[in-house]
T-cell receptor, first 118, second 114 residues
């Protein structure tokens, strides 16, 4: 089974509109974390936002917010007031498992390509 | 600004000719990672270093090796590149503490194999 599922290969949004990128996850761990990264065409993976499994409030960072629904195992990214510079691939990722070797395994989804239309 | 720097941004090599990709960081993070990302796919972890301890993923081919001579630098060596190794290679770093484990990435090196 896929650990991280992003069902939208591509999305279009009008500039200044809000957009939601979907992410569902699968884990049996009680303690885990969810991330969203942005990857422009230049290639760099840019960290956007993080949500811990025990965090009761949805994470927000500027125009980004994470709609965390634990019972549904979903962690959707909401981008408000889209800008042309938001056009990029967006990856959802999850940290889970035993912390060992200075590391907890991070699994990435297959990404959603967002295009913002002027 | 503290950051993760990868050189070169683009690398062209010939089939079977060894190639080395480099990564440096000014974040003073003790964990460094190498990922392979093929077109339209998720990044795939190849290995990571926790300080000087090397941790290989089980499915990473022997063709891929890594060196970390000090905290700041990490190298990816591909001993005999094949056409299937053409990909974006991403270096990332993090602090080894329990909890968030945010990974910070470089801009990547795009490798072409002729």
């Amino acid at each position: 089974a896929q650990k991280i599922t992003q069902t939208q290969p591509g999305m279009f949004v009008q500039e200044k509109e809000a957009v939601t990128l979907d992410c569902t996850y699968d884990t049996s761990d009680q303690s885990y974390g969810l991330f969203w990264y942005k990857q422009p065409s230049s290639g760099e993976m840019i960290f956007l936002i993080y949500q811990g499994s025990y965090d009761e409030q949805n994470a927000t960072e500027g125009r980004y917010s994470l709609n965390f629904q634990k019972a549904r195992k979903s962690a959707n990214l909401v981008i408000s007031a889209s800008q042309l510079g938001d056009s990029a691939m967006y990856f959802c990722a999850m940290r889970e498992g035993i912390f060992s070797g200075g590391y907890q395994k991070v699994t990435f989804g297959t990404g959603t390509k967002l295009q913002v239309i002027p | 600004d503290a950051m993760v720097i990868q050189n070169p941004r683009y690398q062209v090599t010939q089939f079977g000719k060894p190639v080395t990709l480099s990564c440096s960081q000014t974040l003073n993070h003790n964990v460094m990672y190498w990922y392979q990302q093929k077109s339209s796919q998720a990044p795939k972890l190849l290995f990571h270093y926790y300080d000087k301890d090397f941790n290989n993923e089980a499915d990473t081919p022997d063709n891929f090796q890594s060196r970390r001579p000090n905290t700041s630098f990490c190298f990816l060596d591909i001993r005999s590149p094949g056409l299937g190794d053409a990909a974006m290679y991403l270096c990332a770093t993090s602090i080894a503490v329990t909890g968030i484990n945010i990974q910070y990435f470089g801009a990547g090196t795009r490798l072409s194999v002729l």
